[in-house]
Structures are given as structure tokens and as C-alpha cells.
């Protein structure tokens, strides 16, 4: 056994393992038509007031948006175009490439 194995984590475990799946849905649809509200002022005014639940919700949409963001990032790089050149009759070819 390694001794990183058998070594304990002090506090709290990360995660909650509660489904907030259908609230981010909700966050960033709102967050989507009203741009100009930050998530936590966007969670109040989904209605949530306890302050342990906004907390979660928001570093949970924090991690939504940064994942959102870089798989948009990557969808809009440009692809290389691939070279293309065609060899028109009147082209010499030098000899040493002809075949």
C-alpha cells in the first residue's frame, strides 16, 4: 500500500452528489437572456435564499460556464484548409519529380 493511499483527507469531502442538473439549466437560461446579472444576484432571483445553496449552485455554474466556454472555444477554431495545387498542362514539372 502507498502511503498516499492510506493517508486521510481532513474536512469535508468534495461534492454533494446532488442533482442540480435542472437549477444550472434554469441559471444559464436566465443568465442568457438577462446578460447583465451576475449568477449569484441570477440565483436570488430564481428564488433561492439559503445561502449554502446559492454558494453550491454558484461554484457549480462556475464549472458549467468555464466547461461551456471551452467546448464553444474549440467548435469555433478554425480548421487548416488543405492545400490544394493543381498542375495545369502548360506547367513545366521538373524532372526530377516526374514519375
Given amino acids: ?8 483527507r481532513r474536512g469535508r469531502p468534495k461534492g ?4 442540480d442538473s435542472d437549477r444550472i439549466a434554469r441559471l444559464a ?3 442568457r ?11 436570488r432571483v430564481m428564488g433561492i435564499t439559503d445561502p ?3 454558494r453550491r449552485l454558484r ?4 464549472a ?3 466547461g461551456a466556454a471551452a467546448q464553444t472555444a474549440a467548435l469555433q477554431r478554425p480548421a ?4 490544394v495545387h493543381a498542375a495545369t498542362a502548360s506547367e513545366t514539372v521538373p524532372a526530377t519529380v516526374r514519375h
Fill in 29 to 31: 437560461e436566465l443568465i
Fill in 33 to 43: 437572456v438577462k446578460p447583465e446579472l451576475k449568477p449569484t444576484t441570477a440565483i
Fill in 80 to 83: 487548416p484548409a488543405p492545400v
Fill in 52 to 54: 449554502s445553496i446559492i
Fill in 1 to 8: 500500500m502507498l502511503m498516499s493511499e492510506g493517508k486521510m
Fill in 64 to 66: 458549467y460556464a468555464r
Fill in 59 to 62: 461554484d457549480k455554474y462556475t
Fill in 16 to 19: 454533494t452528489g446532488i442533482d
